[in-house]
């Protein structure tokens, strides 16, 4: 069974960092692109950024990139997502998601309970 969990998320002041943590489990993680997706209130999900398989290739959206920075550790199947000078537009809930093949974003179909992050002075 697949399972991501996410963890990390706070509430932060504009301009604050946060590292977002999703331990992956029940699949051969190294093989699959991971990517990042978030949901504010009110709104539809938003892709936030992707990593291949194999780490070497990323992919981030305009409205984070410069801002964010996504990692993945294979050897302890572990996501990461860097997150900083944060503005208030970033609050949103975020959840880790597999991909179904190992280069690129297909879709958070598989994606875990999310963390939630709130940016707000």
């Known amino acids: 069974e697949v399972l991501l969990v996410e963890s990390g998320g706070g509430l932060v002041q504009p301009g604050e960092s946060l590292r977002l943590s999703c331990a992956a489990s029940g699949f051969t993680f190294s093989y699959y692109a991971m990517s990042w997706v978030r949901q504010a209130p009110g709104k539809g999900l938003e892709w936030v950024s992707t990593?291949?398989?194999?780490?070497?290739?990323?992919y981030y959206a305009d409205s984070v990139k410069g801002r964010i920075s996504i990692s993945r550790d294979n050897a302890k199947n572990t996501l990461y997502l860097q997150l900083n000078s944060l503005k208030t537009e970033d609050t949103a809930m975020y959840y880790c998601a597999k991909s179904q093949n190992p280069n690129g974003y297909d879709g958070a179909v598989v994606r875990g309970q999310g963390t939630q992050v709130t940016v707000s002075s």
């Open positions: 990593i291949n398989g194999a780490g070497g290739s990323t």
